[in-house]
């Protein structure tokens, strides 16, 4: 899935400015949720879909939040060791060969950095964006959040995609073995 030695300027690198524009995307996001809106603080945009302030000291969905503050830190070591490794798996990366998994990675990589951001300096996720439809209701989440999701589908579609590749070329090598 990856190529050795691969030149910097050809490699996932050149993505990166996906990731920073995620960050600087979510924490501008967040800022002004946090000077303009209160805790709990609500407001329609759509019948589906409002912007609340909440605060998250857990992972996705709240999951640990109420464990007495040792995940702060446990997240923040988790969330930097997976950014090292997005890291140097974007380095390795041919971009000409792996464009959609650069994507994918460089999206998870931002979010990842913006919620670790929140974490370090608040001790908490800032989440604001909260979708409904009647009494069903999706946890609320941010810009990070939102980028980590779609990256992740892009590394799916990226694997769903290869697997096609690698079949249909095994299927060219058997009927050139054929004639």
């Given at each position: 899935m990856t190529d050795k030695k691969v030149l910097l300027k050809e490699s996932g690198i050149r993505w990166l400015w996906i990731?920073?524009?995620?960050?600087?995307?979510d924490q501008l996001t967040k800022l002004w949720i946090e000077r303009n809106m209160g805790l709990g603080d609500a407001f329609t945009v759509l019948p589906v879909l409002e912007i609340v302030r909440a605060h998250n000291t857990g992972?996705?969905?709240?999951f640990l939040a109420g464990a007495g503050g040792w995940q702060r830190w446990a997240f923040t070591v988790i969330a930097v060791g997976v950014s090292g490794a997005l890291l140097y798996w974007l380095r390795t990366l041919a971009v000409a060969t792996h464009g959609l998994l650069a994507a994918g990675l460089a999206l998870i990589l931002g979010?990842?950095?913006?919620?670790?951001?929140?974490?370090?300096?608040?001790?908490y996720v800032v989440d604001f964006v909260h979708a409904h439809w009647g009494a069903s209701s999706?946890?609320?989440?941010?810009?990070a959040d939102a980028a980590i999701s779609i990256g992740a589908a892009l590394v799916i579609l990226d694997a769903l995609l290869e697997g096609r590749r690698n079949r249909e070329a095994a299927k060219l090598r058997a009927a050139d073995g054929k004639e």
């Open positions: 990731s920073v524009l995620v960050v600087a995307v992972a996705a969905f709240s979010g990842a950095i913006g919620n670790v951001v929140d974490r370090i300096e608040h001790g999706f946890p609320a989440f941010n810009v």
